[in-house]
């Protein structure tokens, strides 16, 4: 059972585990964050979609590994036009690393999430990045503290939401850029009429995120009718030529 008191899918139990148990870091992090909403706004007003390119080697959901460098994967789709990366550092399901993302964002100027389970505040202090993200079924109740705490170290939280009562408590939290993931973390289903769903819900000035399940450019079509300030896409830029895929989905 999690924090709502619903089942999970096992791969997400295992991923629940063995988030709770990986150390924090030592040193509270200071980031100097580049700033999203400013990087999303640069890509509207060059008449582009708005996309999160997400380097993701592997996960429960996909067939195989990706075991080129990730830093040149990165690259690919900052050429393509990605607006910020998400980088999976869990490293257990998903074969990401704290390592990946120090070079990635060395290497780009973009900004970039951390994607990981974050489930305490130390391991806030793991490594830096500009974004990072918070899901609220998992953090239950420490989510307004955890959003204080990453904004206390200068990064930019993006509190990820599947369910009204989610985005009501990330809205209570303070959060100003809001995933609506589209993957049910519960079964691991993708709805695209979740973000059709919730968006409405959310106040104009909070920046939304469609998260998960977007393949083609018509689905990208989709989101940006439903509300979506930027698109969130892991597996669909990662199968094949990510430059090409990253070109296809910003246009
Ligand atoms: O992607 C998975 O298989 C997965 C399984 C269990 C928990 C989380 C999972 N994904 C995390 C994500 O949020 C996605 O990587 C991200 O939204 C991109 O989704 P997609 O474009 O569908 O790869």
Same mark, same amino acid.
């Given at each position: 059972m999690n924090a709502s008191g619903d089942e999970l899918a096992p791969d997400v139990r295992a991923i629940l585990e063995s988030a709770r148990e990986r150390p924090g870091g030592e040193t509270r992090v200071s980031v100097d964050a580049r700033s999203f909403p400013e990087a999303v706004a640069e890509t509207e007003a060059a008449g582009r979609v708005p996309v999160i390119a997400e380097v993701k080697p592997?996960? $429960? &959901?996909? +067939? *195989?590994?990706?075991? !080129?460098d990730p830093v040149e994967l990165a690259r690919e789709m900052v050429a393509g036009g990605a607006t910020a990366l998400s980088v999976l &550092?869990?490293?257990?399901?998903? *074969?990401?690393?704290t390592e990946s993302l120090q070079r990635i964002r060395e290497a780009v100027d973009v900004p970039v999430l951390r994607k990981d389970f974050i489930?305490?505040?130390?391991?806030? !202090?793991v490594v830096e990045s500009d974004l990072v993200l918070l899901i609220a079924r998992f953090v239950g109740e420490d989510l307004p503290d955890l959003v204080e705490a990453a904004r206390d170290r200068g990064f930019q939280p993006l509190v990820e939401v599947h369910t009204r009562e989610e985005l009501t408590a990330a809205l209570a939290a303070g959060a100003d850029i809001v995933g609506i993931n589209n =993957? !049910?973390?519960? =079964?691991?289903e993708v709805d695209l009429g979740t973000f059709e769903e919730l +968006? $409405?819900? +959310? $106040?104009? !000035?909070v920046l939304l995120v469609a998260e998960s399940?977007?393949? &083609?450019v018509e689905d990208a079509r989709r989101m940006r009718e439903a509300g979506a300030d930027a698109l969130l896409v892991g597996t669909a830029i990662m199968d094949g030529d990510v430059r090409q895929n990253t070109e296809t989905l910003t246009q």
């Amino acid at each position: 059972m999690n924090a709502s008191g619903d089942e999970l899918a096992p791969d997400v139990r295992a991923i629940l585990e063995s988030a709770r148990e990986r150390p924090g870091g030592e040193t509270r992090v200071s980031v100097d964050a580049r700033s999203f909403p400013e990087a999303v706004a640069e890509t509207e007003a060059a008449g582009r979609v708005p996309v999160i390119a997400e380097v993701k080697p592997t996960s $429960p &959901t996909t +067939a *195989g590994v990706r075991e !080129d460098d990730p830093v040149e994967l990165a690259r690919e789709m900052v050429a393509g036009g990605a607006t910020a990366l998400s980088v999976l &550092t869990e490293p257990e399901h998903f *074969g990401g690393s704290t390592e990946s993302l120090q070079r990635i964002r060395e290497a780009v100027d973009v900004p970039v999430l951390r994607k990981d389970f974050i489930m305490n505040e130390a391991q806030l !202090d793991v490594v830096e990045s500009d974004l990072v993200l918070l899901i609220a079924r998992f953090v239950g109740e420490d989510l307004p503290d955890l959003v204080e705490a990453a904004r206390d170290r200068g990064f930019q939280p993006l509190v990820e939401v599947h369910t009204r009562e989610e985005l009501t408590a990330a809205l209570a939290a303070g959060a100003d850029i809001v995933g609506i993931n589209n =993957r !049910d973390l519960g =079964r691991l289903e993708v709805d695209l009429g979740t973000f059709e769903e919730l +968006a $409405p819900e +959310a $106040p104009e !000035d909070v920046l939304l995120v469609a998260e998960s399940g977007v393949k &083609t450019v018509e689905d990208a079509r989709r989101m940006r009718e439903a509300g979506a300030d930027a698109l969130l896409v892991g597996t669909a830029i990662m199968d094949g030529d990510v430059r090409q895929n990253t070109e296809t989905l910003t246009q």
